[in-house]
């Protein structure tokens, strides 16, 4: 016997569940649910931490009462993993999630089981929570229909009060939102200047002339000279690329172990250890080097001649230049496992960075001749290395802080963040004009007028950094976002219950009021306390100056949290019956306004967002997850139109 049901209120739901019932003896029954999920989204367990997404939870009308329940709901087989968004280890379900609960009746005569699954599906934009009401009929001579049932005169009356007389309603009609960015060819290009970074270094640098003199000494014909200098950019590009094939392989085991291994507490601390130890290599203090036997026995290899030479000569390249590469490298591959199908990610951007040696490698060993016009390395390129171990220190910093936010140590807050940084690029500029000096750095130098102006710029990065160390973040710092920590993690307490300080509503009907008395258009958000994705639009977009001066100025927000859990009073408390006589009690202030969103916009994700004035008369297209210059157009237009409506 099974019931099949799906909650018609957007095109394509991203979880579909099923039931069955089965029969164990006259009093004993399993009551089993399946959920099919779709591609890329996440179906969370029942056993969550706190302070994360929302878990998976069955409620059963009559227990303890009608019918016992037998041990707690067993579920089927979970992914356990540490979750980036949320910033802990959580359990989901991909694909498909299989959920059983044992029962056994006190009442003979009972003719159905009720009750309703609450649950919460994220995918890498949006989440969707949901109240979805399950019948088991145990009896079908008894049982009432369900599309029969009816409910009574007052719920009836607060269902007609949730509903919206909208204006202008072909606006609902949108379209899916299209992006034309292209992140493996962004990562490509990440990996290219890397590349070119890592040849400025004393360490890949001095590889220029051992790479010609090579060359001029297998050199035979015109043409066998140029196959020879391909092969070599070749095989230093196929070097890099084949860095990357373990993670491949790491990645097919279980898809989420990239994430797990850049973004877990322990992991970010040893790559901030790691890189605080390359910093101080290229301070000068020690060598950091492979073992010579390998650079010997590869550049011994070399000398054999013919492709397999050519090869050898591109691994020595790899090998030797590995104290320069090996942190630009490490960076490289520590940002690109964080994303989703990071091991591609990692091979465009190792490819990148492959190319960009390959490249002018290449072309000398085509062009020996070229070598005349390269200036001869000295001690600008320790400079290049000393600032590269700033830059180090500062990036070491930010796995220090993942690592903070994630265990909630609070000794990296924001602002002591941005002050750490202001330190080191103050340091940096005192460095480049010759006021602070390193075990490896020429004494009475010259400083060149390069060099005068790249401190110059360092300096205003300074002045940059120092007004994230007040209070008042909005807008600051945009330029790093993403680096340092969110504005919400801050060592400046906020009285205020809304994103950023600015004044918002959680109630319709009182925003809406409100808007009409001041004359303003409504920006209406449909959000959720455990909806991360809110929380960087919020953070990421709504802190953008221009957005933000539009939200604070122009708009009145009425933000409706669709998973507050807080019971509604009992006498606002109503039936709620949807198209497919499928009738949910509302109790919740979480599902008032999640019943509010889908009667009125067919729409049950978040975030959600809608412009509207107060006697409802909508302004422009919803929009959701987006980045900040369609957002802020978007609030523009609506504006406008608020304008010319009066």
């Not at 706190?50 to 409620?59: A, H, R, S, W, Y």
């Not at 009060?161 to 493996?184: G, I």
């Not at 400083?447 to 205003?460: C, D, E, W, Y």
């Amino acid at each position: 016997m099974q019931f099949f049901w799906v909650l018609a209120i957007q095109s394509q739901e991203p979880i579909v569940w099923t039931t069955d019932l089965e029969k164990v003896s006259d009093s004993t029954y399993l009551l089993k649910f399946k959920a099919k999920i779709q591609s890329k989204w996440h179906l969370y367990s029942q056993n969550l931490p706190e302070n994360g997404p929302l878990p998976t939870e069955f409620i059963f009308k009559g227990a303890g009462k009608q019918f016992d329940l037998i041990g707690k709901t067993q579920e089927g087989k979970t992914k356990t993993a540490f979750d980036p968004i949320f910033e802990m280890q959580l359990s989901w379900f991909d694909y498909e999630g299989d959920f059983v609960q044992k029962i056994k009746l006190n009442n003979p005569d009972l003719a159905l089981i009720e009750g309703e699954i609450n649950y919460q599906a994220c995918d890498d934009k949006l989440c969707i929570f949901r109240n979805e009401a399950f019948r088991f009929v145990l009896d079908q001579s008894k049982a009432v229909p369900e599309d029969k049932r009816v409910i009574d005169a007052g719920s009836k009356e607060k269902t007609t009060a949730l509903k919206l007389d909208l204006k202008n309603k072909n606006l609902l009609v949108q379209d899916e939102q299209k992006t034309s960015d292209n992140p493996l060819f962004n990562l490509f290009l990440l990996g290219f200047l890397g590349g070119i970074i890592a040849l400025l270094t004393p360490c890949v640098f001095p590889m220029i002339p051992l790479t010609v003199s090579f060359f001029l000494k297998q050199s035979g014909s015109k043409g066998k000279g140029v196959g020879r200098a391909l092969l070599y950019g070749f095989f230093i590009l196929i070097i890099y690329i084949l860095l990357s094939l373990p993670f491949h392989f790491l990645d097919a085991v279980d898809p989420q172990i990239l994430n797990t291994i850049s973004t877990n507490i322990a992991m970010n601390l040893i790559f901030f250890g790691v890189f605080v130890f390359f910093a101080f290599s290229f301070f000068g203090y020690y060598e950091l080097t492979l073992p010579s036997s390998w650079g010997n026995r590869s550049d011994s290899a070399s000398t054999t001649g013919g492709v397999l030479g050519v090869f050898f000569m591109a691994l020595t390249l790899a090998i030797v230049s590995f104290s320069c590469t090996g942190p630009i490298l490490g960076s490289l591959l520590a940002g690109s496992l964080t994303a989703e199908g990071g091991a591609t990610q990692l091979t465009f951007g190792m490819a990148g960075f492959g190319f960009a040696l390959a490249l002018p490698f290449g072309l000398l060993a085509l062009f020996p001749s070229a070598l005349k016009s390269i200036p001869k390395s000295g001690g600008w390129m320790t400079k290049v290395k000393v600032t590269l171990g700033f830059l180090e220190l500062a990036l070491a910093l930010k796995f220090l802080s993942n690592a903070d936010l994630v265990a909630h140590w609070g000794i990296l807050k924001r602002e002591v963040f941005v002050a750490i940084w202001l330190i080191i690029s103050l340091l940096l500029f005192v460095y480049l004009m010759g006021w602070l000096r390193f075990p490896h750095d020429i004494k009475n130098t010259k400083i060149s007028k390069f060099q005068r102006f790249v401190a110059f710029l360092i300096f205003l990065f300074s002045i940059y950094l120092i007004p994230g160390l007040g209070k008042n973040q909005t807008g600051q710092l945009t330029l790093l976002s993403g680096f340092p920590p969110p504005v919400f993690y801050s060592i400046y307490p906020s009285d205020s219950e809304c994103p950023l300080g600015l004044n918002c509503f959680k109630d319709f009907d009182e925003g809406r009021a409100y808007a009409e008395a001041n004359d303003k258009p409504i920006l209406l958000d449909f959000t959720g306390w455990a909806c991360v994705n809110c929380r960087k639009m919020e953070e990421n977009i709504w802190s953008q100056p221009e957005v933000f001066r539009l939200l604070n100025e122009e708009y009145v927000i009425i933000s409706l949290y669709v998973d507050d859990r807080k019971l509604l009073p009992e006498e606002d408390q109503f039936d709620f019956k949807y198209s497919n006589g499928r009738i949910k009690r509302i109790k919740t202030i979480g599902e008032k306004w999640a019943t509010f969103q889908s009667l009125n916009f067919e729409v049950a994700s978040q975030p959600y967002y809608i412009l509207m004035t107060a006697d409802k008369t909508l302004l422009n297209t919803p929009i959701q997850y987006t980045d900040e210059a369609t957002y802020s157009n978007w609030l523009k237009i609506g504006l406008e139109n608020f304008r010319l409506l009066k």
